[in-house]
């Protein structure tokens, strides 16, 4: 055998072992050392602003997170406030997303739904800058995994998070963008009858409040099977009263305190907020008093609107409204 022939075997024994030698790397590297990271790791922290979008949305509607005073606000044509903890439950997946690389071939960008006019695209900005901007494509092998890319980039990676999921997503092109209203947080007051220690009423027909009857001799609320014993009284006029499991059961129709939506609160007077509307005040013990302004409008005995200290206004709506200027 020649020289030569040595030579090539040589090379050719050479590149098998290093094919070896990759694949048993491959084999025994953890999938943080085959993956790339497709986020700034401190985004979390730095986002002041989060955009969802599709393209193909048929009112261009976008659905923009952004933080207000130091609090997470949704844009429903006006700041409403976000459901803060899936902001930031978001935000964290973001900054720790990771993808295996998969293509760099512009041709190939269709294959995986990431044209910017059919992918989903997330963009998340902080303190001006734009920390990121995601185009979601289609889903990947596994349910939890996704095809993406970086605005700009060619390079498609299969991610290590369904992306899509993190926004209720479940198809590309998405037929339009996220709901604003399913980010915006709906939670009047959160506490159930069990953390409410009081609540009173007060408008211009009349007063009422809802306290635990006092025990005998002063020693505190008097308990009944599930809490306290509730006495509710009305200051009239007539001064009444009512107690047991029908107070009781006002009290867990009314907490935690949901609302059915929020509205512009330049339109406040319209919903009978201001001069002369009603307050609801809630006891909440340890947690502080909750002081709501509560306005209603004629023909729509179902419904009422609060306005918070922090100027938010809720709808509220159900059988139970009817019966707030005097429950007994």
């Known amino acids: 055998m020649g020289n030569r022939q040595l030579v090539v075997l040589a ?21 943080r050392e085959l993956t790339a990271a497709l986020a700034p790791a401190d985004l979390a922290r730095r986002a002041d602003e989060l955009v969802a979008w599709a393209p193909a949305d048929p009112k261009g509607a976008r ?14 044509g006006f700041p409403a406030p976000a459901k803060a903890a899936r902001v930031e439950e978001v935000l964290e997946a973001l900054a720790a997303l990771r ?9 190939l960008v269709g294959r995986f739904r990431l044209k910017s006019r059919e992918a989903f695209h997330v963009e998340v900005r902080g303190g001006g800058e734009r920390l990121l901007h995601l185009l979601v494509g289609k889903q990947g092998p596994d349910w939890d995994t996704c095809y993406v890319r970086a605005a700009g980039s060619d ?4 991610a290590d998070r369904n992306v899509l999921g993190l926004f209720e997503v479940w198809q590309v092109p998405a037929k339009g963008s996220p709901d604003p209203k399913d980010w915006t947080e709906l ?41 306290p014993a509730w006495v ?11 107690a047991g499991a029908r ?11 949901q609302a059915a939506d929020v509205e512009d609160p330049a339109k406040a007077a319209a919903f009978g907020l201001g001069a002369g509307a009603a307050e ?49």
């Open 63 to 76: 659905l923009r997170l952004f933080k207000q005073e130091g609090r997470w606000r949704v844009d429903r």
């Open 247 to 257: 107070v009781r059961d006002f009290l867990d129709r009314l907490f935690p305190l």
């Open 11 to 31: 090379a050719v024994l050479a590149g098998l072992v290093a094919v070896y030698a990759w694949q048993q790397h491959r084999r025994n590297a953890s999938p």
């Open 280 to 328: 609801l005040r809630v006891d909440l013990g340890a947690k502080g008093e909750v002081r709501l302004e509560v306005g209603r409008r004629a023909g729509e005995a179902r419904k009422a609107w609060v306005r918070t200290a922090d100027g938010t206004v809720y709808r509220l709506e159900g059988d139970w409204v009817p019966r707030l200027p005097a429950p007994f």
């Open 187 to 227: 939670t009047v007051i959160g506490e159930g009858r069990r953390g409410v220690r009081a609540v009173a009423w007060r408008s211009a027909e009349g007063a009422w409040r809802i306290a635990p009857a006092a025990a005998p001799g002063g020693g505190g609320a008097t308990q009944a099977k599930g809490g």
């Open 155 to 158: 390079a498609v990676y299969l």
């Open 99 to 107: 993808g295996e690389a998969r293509a760099a071939d512009p041709g």
């Open 232 to 242: 509710y009284t009305y200051e009239g006029p007539p001064r009444r009263r009512a």
